[in-house]
T-cell receptor, first 113, second 112 residues
């Protein structure tokens, strides 16, 4: 158990809908990262937050947005969902940016029908 | 354009033998590399790392080798155990720990 929690575990929705994925980092970690893993693909870095502020952006679509709240939990919002958005979404946390490892949550499996 | 490649989608090894997982990268600015292991229905877990100032890092049964001129790194597991069966991801960063780029993973099966 990494100490990172993600909810929900599974999510099934329809095209065009909007969903919110939630992540609670390990106690004491200030940095949160979001990744997308599509079928047979590596983890694609989406976005990173540090202490409430956006720190780095990866291959995140404009339909996706995220935020980190004062209590350090983070939410990833996915809107106007398409079939291709079906994937595993992982959240990871670390004590600070540039820490030498990230601790991953169990992921949220999103299925768009 | 895949900056981090793991050209073997899968690998099978006999228990007790050596497992060698390979990773190639294209970005010469990468200066920090990690290996993660992932079991089904779990998130990846950190295994071992190496910075570009080293060519080898060892942690128990796990050793990572870095060949900067070839832009290649490898993970050696000796001896392999059935519990090592998992998907292994190679990851690289040009910002020392930020903006990691992950490879597609190699599924290792250690046969008893």
């Amino acid at each position: 158990d990494s100490g990172v929690t993600q909810t929900p575990k599974h999510l099934i929705t329809a095209t065009g809908q909007r969903v919110t994925l939630r992540c609670s980092p390990r106690s004491g970690d200030l940095s949160v990262y979001w990744y997308q893993q599509s079928l047979d693909q590596g983890l694609q870095f989406l976005i990173q937050y540090y202490n409430g502020e956006e720190r780095a952006k990866g291959n995140i679509l404009e339909r996706f947005s995220a935020q980190q709240f004062p209590d350090l939990h983070s939410e990833l919002n996915l809107s106007s969902l398409e079939l291709g958005d079906s994937a595993l979404y992982f959240c990871a946390s670390s004590p600070r940016p540039s820490y030498n490892e990230q601790f991953f949550g169990p992921g949220t499996r999103l299925t768009v029908l | 354009d895949q900056q981090v490649k793991q050209n073997s989608p899968s690998l099978s090894v006999q228990e007790g033998r050596i497992s060698i997982l390979n990773c190639d990268y294209t970005n010469s600015m990468f200066d920090y590399f990690l290996w993660y292991k992932k079991y089904p229905a779990e998130g990846p877990t950190f295994l071992i790392s190496i910075s570009s100032i080293k060519d080898k890092n060892e942690d128990g049964r796990f050793t990572v080798f870095l060949n900067k001129s070839a832009k290649h790194l490898s993970l050696h597991i000796v001896p392999s155990q059935p519990g090592d069966s998992a998907v292994y991801f190679c990851a690289a960063s040009a910002d020392y720990g930020q903006n990691f780029v992950f490879g597609p993973g190699t599924r290792l099966s250690v046969l008893p």
